[in-house]
Every structure is written in C-alpha cells, then in structure tokens.
C-alpha cells in the first residue's frame, strides 16, 4: 500500500524540482510517473533528442530515493511528425480530421505512426531501461481518451480489409456471417468493403460490431508494439497502462494481456457529475463523495484486466476541470477514495498531479500543490493516508509489501465482457438500456449486501466463487458453455444472454442459445420499455418493478417472480436461476440476498451511503454519504477509526 504522484518537471525551473522532491518525501510519497507527454521536449526537431533535461530529473528523483514510472510519449505526438505523416491523424465519424493541437491526435491503426512510435520508444528503453530509478513503464496514456478507438480514416479502412481476410479468408463467408443478403449488401471481394459510416440509414450492425472488434485489436497491437521494446531493453520492470472509467471502446482483458499491471485514472466527481447513468438524487446526494460503487466497480474491473494486479495512476485530488460542473471534494474524501482503492486490492495509488498548473487546458485541475507551490487540501489527507498505513502496518506486523499482498479476491463473480457492450450497445433496442449501466446497477445491488465482488472476464477461472453473476452475457461460445456446466456455486443468468451468435445473428434455437442445454426455457418475445415504463414484478423473492427490458419465456422451472400477467420473471432450480428482466434496485437486492443464501455467503443491509469491502482478515467500512453512519463488522475489531463513520469517513477492523 503506497503512494504516488504524477510530476511534470519540464513544466518547472529545473530550480525548483529539489524542493518538490522533498516535499513529496514528507508527505509520504514514494512513486513518481513522468515523461507521458514530453515528446516534444525530447524531439523537438526530427531526429535531434535533447535527453538532458530527463536526464538530471531522473537523477534528482533516483537521488531522493523515489521510484520512477516512465511513460511513453507517444499519446502527444509532436507538431513536425504531425506535418511529416498527415494521414496518421484519425478522423471522426462524419469523416472530419482530428488535429493537432490537444492530445491523441493519431489512429491506431497507422503504420507510419506505428513506426514513429517504435524509433522513440526503442530509443527511451535504450538510453533509460537500466536506470536504478525507473520500476515501471506506462505504455502512452489512457488509450481511447476523447472517443479515438474509433477512427474512420483512410488507414483505418485499409487495417479493416486485411484485419476481416485474414478472419474470413473468402468474402462469400463474411457475406454469410454479416448476413448481407438483406437489402443487397453483397460484396464480390474484400477490396469493396468500405467503413461502416456515412449510410444513409443503419448500417449492417454484424458490419459495425467487426469494425469495433477490429479497432479494438489494433489497441492491442500498438500496445504490445510498445510492451515488447520495453520488455527487451529494460527487463525487469513492471508494464502499465492506465485506463479510464466507464470506458468500453476496446477490450481491456486483451491489451492487459501484454502488460504486467493494470492501472486506472479514477476522478468521482467528475464522473458523477457527466455519466448518464446517475439521477439527479444520486448527484446531489454525492455531490463531493462520488457514488459509493464508482471506484469500487472499477477497481473490480480493472483487477481482472491486470492479472490481479491494480494501480491507481490518476487518483483525483480536488475539482477537475473537464466535468460539466466540478465541486470541491468533501473533507477528506481524497483519504476516503485513497483507501477504497487500498481496500480492492491496489498495490498503488498516485494522485494527479503534483502541483497545478497555471497554464493551458488544464489550469484550473487541482494537484497536492497549489499553482503557487503552497500545499492543497489533498496534501494533508495524502500524508494522513501515508500516516495511516504505517500505522496499520505496525498493528498488524507486517511491513507495506506485506500488507499488498494480502488477499484482494472477492466470493461473489460478475461477468463482464466487452464484446457484449459494443453488441448491445450497436442495437439496444431501448434508449433505456444501456449494457454497461446495467452492469453496474448489478454490481452497486450486490455491495449494498456487503459482498466483496470479482469482476471477471469470460475467459476467466469460474472454480473459486460460490456466486456467479451473468448480467447479459450476450455470446455464450463452447468454452463458456463448458465453463458454467462445471461450476457447482450458485448461478444467475440475466436477461439478453445467449441472445446472439459470434457473427451478430439470434441463435437458430432463439436465446439464450446453448444454456438452453443448461436452462430449459427458451425466450420467445422481447418487450424493450421506455424509463417511464415499469410494470409490477412479485413472488415468492419479493415484490418491485422492472424496467428497460423484459422477455417472454417458456419453461416448465419453477417460478420465483412472475409479472403482472402471471409471467415468469425469475426462474430457477438447482442452484441454476434465470432473470428474465431487468429489476429494480430494491428487488434485485432481495434476489442477491436469497441467492448469497443459497451460497453460503453472508449478507446484510447496509446503512444508505456505506459500503463494506473484504481484504484477507481485514474489514474496511466507507461512508460516502452526508450524514453520520454506524456501522460494527460481526466479530471483528477496529483499528483505525470507529463504528461511528463521519460523512466521507473510513473504519479499518480486523476480523476475528
């Protein structure tokens, strides 16, 4: 459990960066991340490096016994690279280029771009991979940032073609699978296949979900372009990449495959305050916490990415600047989201950044600094957190190495796929539904319980968990299929799962497909409402309503919850149930609990605005709400902090 900072020294007097080095000595930080846009201060003029001033940075940080993370340049492609390869600039959907002067200004799928990328690179790993001060590399920066996965330029075309031969080999296949028949949309050979933008209606949704899928893998080929020059000149060192919240445009499980680490960029505030997934109650009640289940969620998630490993590049650390509005965090809500992190699994966590700067895009994003070089509020409630763990660290015996490696596993798995979202959300028949939203939903229901949860890929080992949850696993493949016969825990599938085939077709025995091998029902109609629509659900598992999406099922399993009309909602038998709808919050609560039951798994309702989190024989208790909770953990006792949690408060206990 340690602490880190994201630093900028080319942005400073070279006469400063001792003081600030000090300075992040004392509050505790021992993690420095440099150099993720610096192409231009290390190239300025094609093929002239002016290394010095990393140079005598790297020194200074190696000198005060901070560790370095060295990030790649390349989301900043400089000015005179731009000029020298115009078409490596990605363009939008409506074919619009997308310039220089921010950041992310190129496709992926460019080879010139990809070459450029290789010679400074290359030259980075040659000059830097043995310094004594560099642990970790961050590959680029937040992939996909400002929607650029998606990118409609003329290389993107040309990576399309050869990314479908080489998966169709002959076009009368991909002319099968894309189902294109329909309103004549044959094609005679693959040259003919154009981008799937720019039609004068939808275009063929099999069509869009192979772009998606082929923009995705171009993520992970420029990334591990990346990772195997690392790999080669500086072996030893952990490779990272940090990813972003409630981002789904590529598949995070394949780029983390190439990568030792996964980090990502959490800012509560920020998100709350943009994502349409919140009500306006939910935003005002966490207006300066964050809702309770953003970190968390993603911390689940993004564990998984990395093999079980977590970093938090980018812990927010005031008002941001890129929110619609951004208010100031609550009164030790840094601390609070510091360990939440912690208590997920994170081995790091790194604040952004160091201190603010007064000029461009970003001036008025708070860092542990004010502009003017005087410490924030998140300095202090850093250096508390700092504080805090070696305080832990001493109640329990064990050192800060010791303590990461505690167990970070949860007993509950949620089974989250990305191929799954970019095919519901290319036809989620209602505005309503959104895949990922539902997910998430399924996640914050399942925390209100108390659960310590996984966040798990299709792929994944199933072997471990007593609970498994498929909120909408939308393709079920042979291995999957081969996977949920075997797992003996408690099992529920939701609604649209097994609904598609790999190519974009509804199974020729209709959903849910190959569980119906599994499940006997067959889903025989789809009712996709509006948000204004919720008709009543009740049973024996309680009473509420469902929203956005419902099915018409047949089966002779018994009935757990059925609609209005008598129709069954939720059905089930041998620990194996089916959710033929999506719930309401209070309803799908009381459904987790009967099934944490049958688990063998305890549950409890937790206090509004609290949240529990499990780690090894350590209990941490968070109170995001506005008021004062109290909460007592069975059998264990309290170790920092109290059963009485102030709002934006943290209880540490040790279990019995």
């Not at 496709?107 to 040659?126: H, N, P, W």
């Not at 993520?219 to 000149?233: F, G, P, S, W």
Request: aromatic share 12%; with cysteine; glycine share 6%.
């Amino acid at each position: 459990m340690k602490l880190g900072v994201c630093y900028y020294p080319e942005h400073w007097p070279k006469s400063r960066w001792q003081a600030d080095v000090n300075a992040m000595a004392e509050i505790g930080i021992e993690y420095v991340r440099i150099g993720e846009f610096s192409w231009s201060r290390l190239e300025g003029v094609e093929g002239e490096y002016t290394w010095g001033w990393l140079d005598d940075a790297l020194e200074v940080l190696a000198n005060a016994g901070l560790k370095v993370i060295l990030g790649t340049p390349t989301a900043t492609p400089p000015k005179w690279l731009v000029d020298k390869h115009p078409s490596m600039l990605a363009r939008d959907e409506a074919g619009q280029i997308r310039g220089f002067g921010s950041r992310r200004h190129y496709s992926f799928a460019s080879l010139d771009y990809r070459q450029e990328c290789r010679r400074i690179v290359t030259d980075m790993a040659k000059r830097y991979g043995a310094h004594e001060a560099i642990v970790a590399w961050q590959t680029d920066n937040e992939y996909g940032c400002h929607d650029t996965i998606l990118s409609y330029a003329e290389v993107d075309l040309a990576a399309f073609k050869v990314w479908l031969t080489e998966k169709y080999s002959n076009i009368e296949a991909l002319n099968q699978a894309w189902g294109n028949v329909f309103w004549s949309m044959e094609y005679a050979s693959f040259d003919e296949i154009e981008l799937p933008n720019l039609t004068v209606t939808e275009a063929n949704p099999a069509h869009r979900l192979d772009f998606h899928r082929c923009c995705s893998d171009q993520v992970v080929a420029y990334n591990k372009l990346q990772a195997d020059i690392l790999r080669e000149y500086s072996p030893g060192r952990d490779l990272v990449h940090n990813y972003m919240g409630f981002f789904t445009a590529f598949d995070h499980h394949k780029v983390g495959q190439d990568l030792d680490v996964a980090s990502w960029d959490t800012y509560p505030l920020g998100f709350l305050d943009q994502e349409a997934i919140y009500q306006d109650e939910e935003k005002q009640t966490y207006l300066r916490t964050g809702h309770p289940d953003f970190g968390a969620f993603h911390h689940d998630l993004y564990r998984g990415c990395g093999k079980g490993r977590l970093w938090i590049m980018e812990q927010q650390p005031g008002p941001v600047n890129w929110a619609p509005h951004n208010p100031t965090p609550a009164d030790g809500a840094v601390r609070l989201w510091t360990w939440e992190a912690f208590s997920h699994g994170a081995e790091l966590v790194s604040y952004f950044r160091w201190r603010q700067a007064p000029f461009a895009q970003e001036q008025m994003h708070s860092g542990l600094l004010r502009p003017d070089a005087s410490k924030a509020e998140a300095a202090f409630e850093a250096q508390q957190v700092s504080d805090e763990v070696n305080q832990l660290s001493q109640q329990l015996g064990l050192d800060k190495d010791e303590l990461e490696a505690l167990p970070s596993a949860g007993s509950v798995a949620l089974m989250f796929d990305y191929d799954a979202c970019w095919a519901l959300d290319i036809q989620p028949q209602s505005q309503a539904y959104r895949y990922l939203f539902w997910c998430y939903r399924v996640y914050e229901s399942l925390r209100e319980l108390g659960l310590s949860i996984d966040i798990i890929s299709p792929k994944s080992d199933l072997s471990a968990y007593k609970m498994l949850v498929l909120p909408a696993q939308v393709v079920i493949d042979d291995t999957l299929q081969q996977a949920l016969d075997k797992f003996e825990g408690v099992l529920l599938v939701g609604p649209r799962s097994g609904s598609k085939t790999s190519d974009y077709q509804i199974p020729e025995e209709l959903a849910p497909g190959k569980l119906q091998a599994l499940m006997p029902l067959q889903v025989e109609r789809v009712d996709a409402l509006p948000e204004h629509t919720q008709p009543l659900v009740n049973g024996a598992w309680g009473e509420g309503k469902l929203k956005h999406w419902r099915e018409q099922i047949n089966t002779e399993l018994a009935v757990y919850l059925e609609d209005e009309q008598g129709k069954p909602v939720l059905v089930g038998e041998n620990k194996r149930f089916y959710l033929a709808a999506c719930l309401d919050k209070p309803l799908l609560k009381a459904c987790f609990e009967k099934l944490a039951l049958l688990a063998d798994i305890p549950s409890f309702y937790l206090p509004k605005g609290v949240r529990v989190r499990h780690r090894g024989k350590l209990i941490f208790v968070f109170n995001y709400g506005q008021n004062s909770a109290n909460y007592t953990p069975p059998a264990a006792t309290c170790l920092i902090g109290q059963a009485q949690i102030a709002p934006a408060g943290v209880s540490i206990w040790l279990k019995s």
